[in-house]
Structure formats: structure tokens, C-alpha cells
């Protein structure tokens, strides 16, 4: 069986890796080729892939890793910092374009039940998506960028919670509560989410930071750790006697670790084994798609995908309007909420698994999110242009004059100094680099050290600083110094090649200084165009040199061991 079973996944892997080669031609996102895939695969039935159920397995490792991510992620500190717009944006979308989608869904024949998972699928956009298009535009550090990422965190809260109400129904009758009428079964559900909420806010301050101590400097055994945490706890809130789905397990496993100073570093280590089992479980979704009487369908997706495609960016755009912003802001804003998001799977392959949708509204769902992700790819792409032609329609937004906008900058780093590794030689660093009026930003993969310099002076990430998200969150290319003390040589060829390719050759790009451990690491870094190689070896010879020629008797070493050891502490 596992013979056969790995000429499958391997058969499988190859078809999605060449859909995702055409896909990626047009510019378009993977997800939509692991959708196509599934389509193929199930609808020639190759090798009955459902059979085992091994695949269907690997798929909810994946959703649960995804949503682990997500909760990992949850940075409400945003949501804080943009305060009144995150939230009105956020759930002023949810309101309004649930309410019209629900009404569309009736007009289109829908019952009652299909319409609310169609209305609610319909509302949140994927956070997936955007930010990775947005990235690949450089403009995460922009004012519109910051807004979107703050409304797209409210609205992924907004979707656990949902999928946490519906998780608790997900064990059926299995459920210990089930039993009990309504109120007493909402009362129980009530507490036991208030349970898990102390719980796991208790375990997270007084005895995660002791594991994620020990584990942050190993790779392995953070990978390991992480892993199990996220799949066990996720197993364990799916026991009947518990009564929440995988999904929220793997939610609230993300969450709990959200605010360590490790979890750049586990988002960076998780992220590629999670893209992974994510691949076969969107392969595994599109395979059970069945568009029975696609005819009668045809007609409302494509209704309902003009409703995101439109209906969405102009319901953002009152919004934005209203709350002040000027009319680029908001179109640049809400041309990201036309698709549906991952978390609209999610939903309405929880609700057929409940019971509470069919088939052939799981399909319907699909294909609009498959239209809506094609088309906003390019809107997102190229919304400058788009933006220049319909500019004299969109002045009409303009409610407030743009009042909003003051005093905000378009960046939030900008022209500050990049230490990356902040140990013993970056230490020495700062003592010099505080007398300055720059920011200073640094990022340091060992949690110990972001915690020794995490200070009101000092902006401090715990992470790897070749992992592109955090060279996007440190807006790396606006920096007016990059100062590396990693004593990974390839890692600084990583770092230096992300600058040129962000900026060339350009003028205005950073100064760089990095350190080398020899003569070939030295030249190698010259080359690559850093103003200033730091060799240990060299910069001790030469000072060791200055001390004989000022002072051949050695009469002030004994001062110079003092100040050194008062250094060391």
C-alpha cells in the first residue's frame, strides 16, 4: 500500500507543480493551480486517492498548520496602533457585505442556511494573498498597506470565532454537551471557551517562555516543539469530550504562542512544512468538488463573483471615505477585498461536513473563489494604473478631505540603522550607535539577546534576519545603515543580495558594514559592495599595533585589562 500510495503523491505533486509553472506565467496565485489539480485528479479518479484516507489526513495537517500560522501571527498590537480604522474597516465590511450577499443568495433561490455560508464565505478576504502580493509590490510599509493589514487581522478574528462556534458542533453527537437543551448548551460551551482562555493565557506567560528559553537556540528542537504543540493540542480540543475542531485547536495553539519573542522564528521554521501540507490539502478539496448541473451554477458564480470583484472595494471605500481617508488610500485599500478568502474554504468544507450545505454549494463557493482570486490578482498588481484612469470618478469619496491623513507617514521605517545580531561585538555597537538620532532596529535570532535589548530606546525582533517577511517588517532597503555581525557567511550573501535586488545600485541605498571571519570572506564582501568589512583578526592586530607604538614599555596594559573587564561586566 505505501508503495502505491507514494507513486500517488508523487503523481499528484508532479501534475500541481506544472499546473503551478502555467499558473505562475499569468501571475496568478498557487492555490488556484492545487484547486485545478484536485479537479483533474478527482474527476479522472486516478488511483482512488481517497481510499486510504492518508491524503485527506495530510490535508487536515495542513488547514491545522495554516491556522497554528494564523494565531501565531495575530498581532493585535496592529489592530492597537490603527485603532478606529482596523475595526470600522474590519468589521464594517463584515456587516455590510454579509448583509448584501445574504440577500443576493435568496434572490438567487438559495434556502436560509445556504445563503448565510454563502454571505459569510462572500466576506472575508485572504490574508495569504494580499500580503504576499503586497510584498512582491514593496509596499507593506505603506499607510493603505498598514490599514489593509489591520482590517484583514480583525477579519480573521472575526472568522475564528465563527469557526470556533461551528468547531464546537464539529464532534456531532459525540459532543458530552450535546444533550442538554439550547441555552444550557451555549451556557456550557461558553465556559468551557472561557476555561481554554484562562488556561492557555496562564500557560503562555509562566511556562512557555521557560521551553522557548531552552529551545530557541536549537532549530531542530524549536521546529520539534512547535510542530508538537501546534498537531497536539489541535488532536486534543477534537476529543469529544473537549467538543472544538482541529481548526480551532491549531487557532489556538498559534495564538498562545503569539506573543513570545520566538515566534518569528517559528513562523520562519514552520512555514515551508505548512505550504506544503497545505498543497495536498487544497488538492484534496478540489478533488471532492463535484459541479453537478454546472449550467445552473454558472449564472450565479458568476453573479456572486461581480458582487466581490465591485460590490466589495465599494463598500470599503464609503467606509474609508467616511472615516476620512483620501480617495488613492482608499482605493488602494479596498481593491484588495475583491476575493474570497482561504478561510471561505474553510468554512464551507466545515459547513458540508456538518451537514448544513451540499455539494453543490461547496462548488459554487469554489468557483467563486476561484474567479475572484484570478481576477484581484491583477487588480491588486496593477491598482496604480487602474487608480490613474478612474481617478476623476473616484474624487467623490473624497467625503472629508483626506483629514485623516495628517500627520501620518507613508513608512514606518525610514532612514533608521539595521543591526543584525545584537551578541557581545553588536552589543559594542550600540553604545556608539545610542549617541545617534536614528531608530535603530535590531533583529537577533536568539530570544535571550532580543530580550536583553528589548527597551523603549530600541525596535527588537527575534528572528532570522534573512527570512524575507522580516526584512519586509523592517522596511531593510529605507535603511541608511545595515550593520551585520552574523557570523554566517552565506547568510550575509543572502542579506546583501536581498539590498541590491530591492534598490541596485542605486545612491540612496544603505551603507553596509558586516563582519568577516577571514581574508576571503573580507574580499568576498568587498566585492559584493560593502563600504566596511569588520575583520576581527585585522582590527585586533591593528589595535594591538597602536598599543606598541604609543606605549612600547606595556606600562598601560594594566589600565587597559581594567576598562576592558568593566566592559564585560
Known amino acids: 500500500m505505501e508503495f502505491n500510495l507514494f507513486y500517488q503523491i508523487t503523481a499528484v505533486l508532479v501534475l500541481a507543480g506544472l499546473i503551478s509553472l502555467a499558473v505562475s506565467y499569468l501571475k496568478q496565485p498557487s492555490i488556484i493551480a492545487f484547486i485545478l489539480t484536485g479537479l483533474i485528479v478527482g474527476s479522472v479518479g486516478y488511483a482512488k486517492i481517497h481510499e486510504s484516507g492518508t491524503l485527506d489526513a495530510l490535508g487536515q495537517i495542513g488547514i491545522t498548520l495554516l491556522l497554528f500560522m494564523v494565531g501565531l501571527e495575530l498581532d493585535l498590537k496592529r489592530i492597537r496602533q490603527l485603532g478606529k480604522v482596523a475595526v470600522l474597516t474590519g468589521f464594517g465590511q463584515i456587516i455590510f457585505t454579509s448583509t448584501a450577499g445574504f440577500i443576493i443568495a435568496r434572490f438567487l ?12 464565505a462572500l466576506t472575508f478576504s485572504s490574508t495569504i494573498i494580499v500580503v504576499k502580493l503586497l510584498g512582491e509590490k514593496r509596499d507593506l510599509q505603506a499607510l493603505y498597506a498598514r490599514i489593509v493589514v489591520g482590517f484583514l487581522i480583525v477579519q480573521d478574528f472575526a472568522a475564528l470565532i465563527l469557526l470556533l462556534v461551528l468547531g464546537g458542533s464539529a464532534s456531532g453527537g459525540n459532543d458530552v454537551f450535546r444533550g442538554l437543551p439550547g441555552w444550557q448548551y451555549g451556557l456550557a460551551m461558553a465556559v468551557k471557551i472561557l476555561i481554554l482562555v484562562l488556561v492557555l493565557s496562564w500557560v503562555s506567560k509562566k511556562v512557555f517562555p521557560k521551553f522557548l528559553d531552552r529551545f530557541g537556540k536549537s532549530d531542530e528542537l524549536l521546529m520539534i516543539f512547535s510542530l508538537a504543540w501546534a498537531l497536539g493540542l489541535a488532536a486534543f480540543m ?6 472544538f475542531s482541529l481548526e480551532v485547536g491549531g487557532f489556538v495553539a498559534g495564538l498562545a504562542l503569539a506573543n513570545s ?3 518569528y522564528e517559528i513562523s520562519a521554521r514552520v512555514k515551508s512544512l505548512r505550504d506544503f501540507f497545505l498543497i495536498i490539502f487544497f488538492i484534496v478539496f478540489g478533488s471532492k468538488l463535484v459541479f453537478v448541473g454546472i449550467g445552473s451554477m454558472l449564472l450565479p458564480a458568476l453573479v456572486l463573483a461581480l458582487y466581490v470583484s465591485i460590490g466589495n472595494p465599494l463598500i470599503m471605500m464609503f467606509i474609508m471615505g467616511a472615516l476620512g481617508y483620501a480617495p488613492r488610500t482608499s482605493f488602494f485599500a479596498a481593491v484588495t477585498t475583491a476575493q474570497v478568502s482561504e478561510f471561505s474554504f474553510v468554512l464551507v468544507a466545515l459547513g458540508n461536513r456538518l451537514g448544513h450545505i451540499s455539494d453543490e454549494v461547496l462548488g459554487l463557493v469554489t468557483l467563486v473563489g476561484v474567479i475572484t482570486i484570478a481576477l484581484s490578482s491583477y487588480t491588486i498588481l496593477y491598482t496604480r494604473k487602474i487608480y490613474e484612469r478612474l481617478e476623476p470618478l ?33 552589543s559594542r555597537f550600540l553604545q556608539g550607535l545610542t549617541h545617534g538620532k536614528s531608530r535603530i532596529v535590531i533583529v537577533d535570532f536568539d530570544p535571550h539577546i532580543a530580550n536583553l535589548h528589548n527597551s523603549a530606546d530600541f525596535h527588537v525582533i527575534c528572528g532570522d534576519i534573512t527570512d524575507p517577511y522580516i526584512q519586509d517588517q523592517i522596511n531593510l532597503e529605507k535603511a541608511k545603515l545595515v550593520i551585520s555581525t552574523v557570523p554566517d557567511f552565506e547568510d550575509n550573501l543572502a542579506l546583501i543580495s536581498f539590498i541590491y535586488q530591492r534598490v541596485g545600485n542605486a545612491k540612496h541605498r544603505p551603507k553596509l558594514i558586516f563582519v568577516a571571519q577571514n581574508d576571503f570572506e573580507s574580499k568576498t564582501l568587498y566585492e559584493r559592495g560593502v563600504d566596511y568589512v569588520l575583520s576581527p583578526h585585522f582590527i585586533g592586530g591593528l589595535h594591538l599595533s597602536k598599543i606598541l607604538e604609543e606605549d612600547f614599555s606595556l606600562s598601560g596594559l ?12
Open 394 to 426: 473616484l474624487k467623490w469619496f473624497d467625503f472629508k478631505k483626506g483629514h485623516a491623513e495628517k500627520g501620518l507617514g507613508e513608512e514606518i521605517f525610514k532612514n533608521h540603522i539595521v543591526l543584525a545580531g545584537a551578541n557581545r561585538l553588536g
Open 261 to 263: 519573542q520566538v515566534h
Open 109 to 120: 433561490g438559495f434556502s436560509q442556511a445556504p445563503s448565510v455560508y454563502i454571505a459569510l
Open 238 to 243: 477534537s476529543l469529544p469530550a473537549v467538543g
Open 558 to 569: 594594566k589600565s587597559l585589562r581594567k576598562q576592558h573587564l568593566e566592559v564585560l561586566g
